[in-house]
């Protein structure tokens, strides 16, 4: 997978400055989610991998985008045919998000709760990670009432582990050594 990333990158990267100089960061961002999921489609990724010319392969794969591709698009698709790279679309929508949340200050955070979080402790929440990450916050609430009480918090490669179930586990490590 670490490959396949390598190879999207300068394409994402591309792409990405592209969208922020003309100002078309959503536009861009919408069209390589469709065609990165057309790309993923079973029938589609066996036409990418097999041995179809590339400005064939490029014309089929515009036509059915349709018109979901801009010109600059369709360059984009054109340029990824010629190097035999539309298979690595997925991954290059994947990092295209990635680069467009560091460049807005955005990071999803994901939040498990013993019960559901009010309105207000929502936004309590996300104004203190906000701070905290100096990000801007997405949060993405899920319950899990084995948690007991407490929640955790995953934001990247930061865990907070407020649940009651994980601080049990810890007092019982300490007893049993």
Not at 114 to 139: F, G, H, I, M
């Amino acid at each position: 997978m670490s490959e396949l990333t390598t190879v999207a990158r300068p394409y994402a990267k591309a792409a990405f400055d592209f969208a922020v100089e003309k100002g078309v960061i959503a536009q861009w961002q919408d069209m390589l989610a469709f065609a990165g999921a057309v790309a993923s489609n079973e029938e589609m990724h066996s036409l990418l991998t097999g041995s179809v010319a590339a400005e064939t392969l490029a014309d089929v794969f515009i036509n059915i985008c349709g018109e979901q591709l801009d010109e600059h698009g369709q360059n984009l698709v054109k340029v990824l045919a010629e190097n035999k790279r539309l298979s690595t679309l997925p991954e290059i929508s994947t990092l295209f998000d990635a680069l467009k949340a560091d460049y807005e200050k955005e990071i999803e955070v994901d939040v498990t709760s013993a019960t559901e979080l009010t309105d207000a402790q929502q936004t309590e929440l996300s104004a203190s990670l906000e701070k905290r990450l100096a990000r801007k916050v997405k949060l993405n609430c899920n319950v899990d009432p084995a948690l007991i009480a407490g929640f955790v918090v995953k934001a990247g490669d930061t865990v907070i582990d407020g649940s009651v179930k994980s601080k049990l586990n810890r007092l019982a490590d300490a007893l049993q050594a």
